[in-house]
Each structure stands twice: as structure tokens, then as C-alpha cells.
């Protein structure tokens, strides 16, 4: 199923390093829910960093964060305490929520194919509504990209 601007989205279970059960659990605000390919690499921990670094604009603005991969919980739950995380993650490992979003990709690394995570980025408002979706995202720029977008909101 392809997540567009105006879908709603089907509440689901989830695995998260906070213990929440349903993706509806986070809606007491608005969500950014943020996809990305593995815990403790570069570009994964860059991004994740700088949600971290603005959770308090992002929070004084009406939102969550959450972060999904399909690492385990105990791979999160190193990511986290490595970089004192403010936000939870939610281990995917069954890919459950990452097909409902439509963000496993054919990837490329050395010639070889495989099936990854494109990293992506969906607001969804309490009615479990997507606002916005950002697609291959690149990491340079792209929180303060989504910043930006929920202020004018």
C-alpha cells in the first residue's frame, strides 16, 4: 500500500524501546515518524542526532518523534543509551510497519543488491492522518526541513 498525503493509516502493534503497544499510542501529538536503514552507522546516527538535538522545538510545536528500523530491541536499546536518545524507537523486525509505509527498497552497496529501508519521513496528525512524506531522504538538512514544514502547518 502506497502512504500519500491525505491516507489515514491503520493503527498497528508495535515493538518500541518506551514499551507502547500501537502506533496510535504516540498520537497524544502529532507524529514524525522517521525510517532508517540501521542503528549506529553514520548517516542513521547523524539523523537521529539531530531529531534529538531539536526534540524540544519539535515538541514545543505539538509533535513526537519515532524512529522505526529493523533492528533489534537490543540493538536500539544500545543506540540509544549511546547517544542518550530523548525519543523512542520501534524494532521492526518483521518489517510489519515498514511495508504499510512502502519503504522497503531495492538497494545497491558494492554491486550487490539487496532489500533495505529507504530512509523516509511521515508526519501524521492524531487522526492518524499523513501530512507530509519525504522519500530518499538525504540526511544534510533534512530535520530542519521538517521543522520548517511543521511550523507553516
Known sequence: MKINVGKKVKDLAVVSSDNKK?????????????F?????????TTESNEFND???????????VVGVSRDTMKSHEKFIDKYSFKFPLIS???EKVC??????????LYGRKYMG???????INREMEVLNVWRNVK???HVEEVINFIKEL
Do not use: A, H, Q
Open 22 to 34: 500501537m502506533l496510535s499510542d504516540y498520537l497524544n501529538k502529532n507524529l514524525i515518524l522517521y
Open 36 to 44: 532508517y536503514p540501521r542503528d549506529l552507522t553514520p548517516g542513521c
Open 54 to 64: 531539536n526534540l524540544s522545538k519539535i515538541k514545543k510545536l505539538g509533535w513526537n
Open 92 to 94: 521492526d523486525e518483521d
Open 99 to 108: 511495508k504499510m509505509f512502502d519503504v522497503i527498497k531495492e538497494k545497491s
Open 117 to 123: 529501508i529507504d530512509r523516509s519521513t511521515f508526519l
Open 139 to 141: 540526511v544534510k538538512g
